[in-house]
T-cell receptor, first 113, second 111 residues
Framework: KQEVTQIPAALSVPEGENLVLNCSFT??????LQWFRQDPGKGLTSLLL?????REQTSGRLNASLDKSSGRSTLYIAASQPGDSATYLC????????????FGGGTRLMVKP | EPEVTQTPSHQVTQMGQEVILRCVPI?????FYWYRQILGQKVEFLVS????????KSEIFDDQFSVERPDGSNFTLKIRSTKLEDSAMYFC?????????FGQGTRLTVV
């Protein structure tokens, strides 16, 4: 059974810092990996999607990398801002007919002004 | 930009009652999902729906739950005889290609 773990569970940084969020998964036979942002009490906003054949994806100040063989992904946030404060979730989709996402527990990020 | 919409945003119901959570997926999407997130826990898969039938369901999705796509636009989750432990945020998602898009969720509170 696929297990997804995110470290750290919580992170507090001063504004302007570059930071890395980590995601690991136990079954490397994934189809893709998606990073989401969740604001308190709100829905999930898709940030980046990496296909299993890709190594990284970039969107603005966000860069996500994928090392499928070692079961790891990182989300890099450059020049963090208070508006980046949220919970960041990673989710993997297995390479099988069961097309659902398996989520990690999230990293709760606080960026202090 | 197209989005997945869910109604209501918050539903309070008494234990034992039936609730229907509603979702309007993005119009050209083919795959539909329900997930839930109990407060402080991970987002969990409940069920996926494709071509007018359930394609996969988790062990959480027992006989208490059912899904329906009653017309060309709505996708509903029915929970019968609600229990306190059904209190959670319920998310609908839809997908055409590889990327899943989620709604804002319905917070269900069972009292």
């Amino acid at each position: 059974k696929q297990e997804v773990t995110q470290i750290p569970a919580a992170l507090s940084v001063p504004e302007g810092e570059n930071l890395v969020l980590n995601c690991s998964f136990t079954d490397s036979a994934i189809y893709n990996l998606q990073w989401f942002r969740q604001d308190p009490g709100k829905g999930l906003t898709s940030l980046l999607l990496i296909q299993s054949s890709q190594r990284e994806q970039t969107s603005g100040r966000l860069n996500a990398s994928l090392d499928k063989s070692s079961g790891r992904s990182t989300l890099y946030i450059a020049a963090s801002q208070p508006g980046d404060s949220a919970t960041y979730l990673c989710a993997v989709r297995l390479n099988n007919a069961g097309n659902m996402l398996t989520f990690g527990g999230g990293t709760r990020l606080m960026v202090k002004p | 930009e197209p989005e997945v919409t869910q109604t209501p945003s918050h539903q309070v119901t008494q234990m034992g009652q039936e609730v229907i959570l509603r979702c309007v997926p993005i119009s050209n999407h083919l795959y539909f999902y329900w997930y839930r997130q109990i407060l402080g826990q991970k987002v969990e898969f409940l069920v996926s729906f494709y071509n007018n039938e359930i394609s996969e369901k988790s062990e959480i999705f027992d006989d208490q739950f059912s899904v329906e796509r009653p017309d060309g636009s709505n996708f509903t989750l029915k929970i019968r005889s609600t229990k306190l432990e059904d209190s959670a945020m319920y998310f609908c998602a839809s997908r055409y290609g590889t990327e899943a898009f989620f709604g804002q969720g319905t917070r269900l509170t069972v009292v």
